[in-house]
Each structure stands twice: as C-alpha cells, then as structure tokens.
C-alpha cells in the first residue's frame, strides 16, 4: 500500500499536469508564506508546550473537551481544511486504516476542521470514520495552537471560482480563515510530545511516525 507522502505526492503531481499555472500559483503562495512565517512551526506550539483547552462540538452537537479526551489516555490532534479537501480526505483515510494501531497504544485520535457541524457533515464519508471529528467555526482552536491561516486571495478565487465553494457558508464564519495541516501529540498531561506542521497544505503527517511518537511516550 501506498505511503500517506507517495498518494499526496501523486495528487500534487496530477495538479501541475492537469492545471500547471494554478499549482505554480500555489507555490509562489506557499513559499510566500513560509517567507513571512505564516503559519509556520515558528508560531505553533513547540514541544514541550502545553495544549490549550477547548470544548468543541462533534456532527451531531454534542460537546467534547480536551481534557475529557486526556482523562481516557494520551491524545493526537490533527487539524484538517474540511471534507471538501481531497487533500486531508486523503490524510484521514490513511489515520483510519492505522486507527486500531493508535488505540492499542492507549491514545485517542481527533481530526478538527472549521467545517460547521450539520446534518451535512454527519452524511459524509469524514464523520462515518471511527475517531473523533470537531468543528472549530473560525479556526479559534487552530489560532490558539498556531496553525490558523489566512488564506491568500488566489486560492479564495480558486475555491470560489473553479471549485464552488463558499467558505464562509461551508464554516458558517470566517472563510478566509483556514487551519494549515498540523498533527500533535500530546501526553496524559497535556503536554506535546510530538508534532507535524506544514504551511502547505499538499503535505501531511505519516500515520507511522505518530505511532512511533505514541510508542515512544
């Protein structure tokens, strides 16, 4: 089976056949980016730090907290774009198929997006997955790790144009606000163990290198 890197890798190279001047595009926007340290590991949590806090809704509105989650075991967050993101549709059926591993080590998996929690989402293919998924309506929770960012006009005239998607109704807030792909780990304690973080949205977490940062707690 393909590594999570290989299959997204393979859709980034799809992109620059297929659509050449949008994914030159998107480069410029993400070197851009990681020029000015948008998003960047720079402002995200570091290791060692201590996870903030946050109550959030799951698709069918009932609230979960973090330190709920932390009472259970060790917790891994991953904050996505949303489920029209074939990118982290990708990232979230490669966690699936290694779930079981990750609960054998005691921990819990929760994805969180700014996607608005609605009948909607509870029909799609993210939310009949067997961990958590959370709704951060205006990327607060992703602002208070780090990892919010404002999304360039290119890509809002993109998603808009060539894509059909309203951000601001998918959210139900904020769309030029989006989380960039991060991954933590986080300790019984709260603290972080382990992270991934990556302005570009093309690129995600291995599935095996948190087991292994699970395994070496």
Known sequence: ?????????????????????????????????????????????????????????????????????????????TFYR???????????????????????????????SPQVPDDSLSEDEISKMDFIVLSDQSAKVAGQY??????????????KNDRQLDLETINNGNGNILPIPATFVLNQNGDVTWRYVDVDYRTRSEPQDIIDALKSM
């Not at 054998?104 to 998996?109: I, N, V």
């Open 1 to 77: 089976m393909a590594t999570l890197k290989e299959q997204t890798e393979a859709k980034v190279e799809a992109g620059r056949k297929g659509n050449p001047d949008f994914m030159k595009g998107v480069d410029a926007e993400i070197a851009k980016a990681k020029s000015f340290q948008q998003g960047s590991d720079a402002l995200a949590l570091a290791l060692g730090d201590k996870a903030p806090e946050f109550t959030l809704p799951d698709a069918k509105l009932n609230t979960v907290s973090l330190t709920s989650l932390l009472n259970q075991g060790p917790v891994v967050v």
């Open 146 to 159: 780090g990892v919010a960012w404002e999304v360039p006009e290119f890509l809002i005239e993109h998603m």
């Open 82 to 112: 949303g489920s029209w993101c074939p990118y982290c549709n990708l990232q979230l059926r490669a966690l699936q198929s290694r779930l079981d591993d990750i609960k054998s080590l005691g921990a819990t998996l929760v994805a969180i």
